[in-house]
């Protein structure tokens, strides 16, 4: 190849690349460090790397002959070395799939086969996409690797060899890591109108000697750092597809050939594809991120603590940052204490994926807010998953716990079925009808009812807890069960295990090649509430309904000893009522229930939700909601299917908790 000018080093050379089977990939031999090993190699020739292309584990100083070969080597050897070399680095670059990757390559791949000592700066924030940094242009040091330890080269005879030529001191350069003595984060602003900003502008690499690179070269290192003479140094702008991002400065010891013409092109196609590969790595990161972070903000922050039900999850991503995927899961209070308790899995990983899972999400709490049946609800889902797209399918697992009759409706949408670890501690997969996933259209769902014993704990999850490329779905589920029955025992079976240590018992369950795909896990602890604790009327919808309320309210108090607690709840239960009277066509339900509070339900047929508005001094009604809110602890009116509920809640006096 003949010799090329500075300026004719602006990019990579597709055709060397590919003339070169050299593999950079796989250990160096160096001596063992901290990080990695640091020590003189073997001269590398054209059949080692040859021989290392065949078995595909050799480091990139082996994988390609040094391209400023012994002078005894012909030129056209030589050439091939360097080709070879070429094509060996940029492969190894090109492995990397984040940004530490990928300068990590680039420093494996150059020393030693390529320079002594290489340093990588990178500005500091990196931009990402078409972002235009506001404020001055710092470069960090990202990286550094050299030949030898500080230790070779501080020696006596280092120090004549490299001090008395007046050339660099390698002792002196700055190393990242446990070996080096200055600190990691050095920063250099670039200053506008600079050599340095004249250097990187102009994007080609510059040898150290040239008259642009021996001002931009301390302005670079600082002004405590030697700048090395003659061509032993190269100065390369990293470029990425919009602007310049980083610089890499490349070093020879004065026992070492100088630099060569053609190793400006050498040094030209190494900062191209290290700058194209950061580029890459710092938009999927970006992309990553916020696909992460689109599905962890649609997750809920926390879970309600409804009545008579105790919940804890679990969300874990996939291995594979990147690989979002659309798992969610929730819980949903329902009136009359009850709680919807809701897994799903929408099919793929992607941001798209991720979005679906929100808007799917949203849907199951709007129609859970309507206390439509769970195969109701999972139809509108199937519905609702038809509308945004013909592909977007996903499975579901919609179950409904009322803890007063302790029962519970489940409806499946192609889900994993749900594990039932009972008091005892046997653990039971439910049959449930396992459905077609949601977005399938024109299939119907089926519900089933089961019983839901106090103590008992449910366990639903998504396949990726019991999926994976070592096992498959039915086998990760049996393992599951047996897990769940294990951890039962040893706890007790007088007394279920805590809720928090079981979800991360199950997760713990998951092996080294098990975390193909996200898992959200919801458990319940079933703790229900004793019919003692419940009084239940119902009223006609007559002028002596809110009478015969307060009655039938005192009465019950009287019987938990809340006696304390008669003058307030006689007058909110009398105002509910009469409002519920009003509007009623058919008899009104009254409810009250004694757990960790008195609550009190009431439920008429009228759809109309009251609301709280400000009565003028002459208007004779429009008090009631306002005494209500004043009164009670919280209150509330949900819209059901036949009607509504407004219910409030009071606390119990002190000494008076649940017997």
Known sequence: MPAAAPDAAAGPAPEAAAAAPADPAGPQARPPGPDDACGPLPEATADTADAADADGDASGAEAGADPAAAEGASPARREGDRLRFVGAATRRIARGIDLDEIVLG????????????????????????????????????????????????????????????????????????PQGDLPAAELCEIMPGGALAEVLRGVRPVFGSSAGAQDALPELLGAGHPVPRGRRAILAPLRGRRRVIGAAVFLRSPERPAFEQNDLLV???????????????????????????????MLPDSLPQPTGVRLASRYLPAAETARVGGDWYDAIPLPGSRVALVVGD????????????GQLRTTAQTLAQLDLPPAEVLHHLDEQAQRLGSDRMATCLYAVYDPVSHRITIANAGHPPPVLLHLGGRAEVLRVPPGAPIGVGGVDFEAVELD??????????TDGLVESRLRDVWTGIDQLRERLATTAQLTGLDHPPPLEALCDDVLDMLGPGDRDDDIALLAARFDGIAPSDVAYWFLDPEETAPGRARRFARRALTRWGLEELEDSVELLVSEVVTNAVRYAERPVTLRLLRTDVLRCEVGDDSPQLPRQRRARETDEGGRGLFLVNRMARRWGATRLSSGKVVWFELSLPAGRDRR
Do not use: N, W
């Open 346 to 357: 929408v099919m793929g990983h992607s941001m798209t994926s991720a979005a679906i899972m």
């Open 106 to 177: 680039l420093c494996r791949a150059t020393v030693p086969t390529f320079s002594d000592a290489i340093l990588v700066y990178l500005r500091d924030p990196l931009p990402v996409g078409d972002e235009r940094p506001v404020g001055p242009v710092v470069l960090r040091l990202r990286r550094t690797d050299r030949l030898r330890p500080i230790d070779d080269l501080t020696g006596a005879e280092g120090a004549g060899a490299a001090g008395g030529a007046g050339e660099l001191d390698f002792s002196q350069l700055p190393l990242l890591g």
């Open 452 to 461: 839901a014993p106090a103590g008992a704990t449910l366990l639903l999850y």
């Open 267 to 297: 040094a030209a196609q190494l900062a191209t594809h290290t700058a194209l590969g950061i580029d890459k790595a710092v938009l999927y990161g970006r992309e990553a991120y916020i696909a992460d972070e689109l599905q962890r903000t």
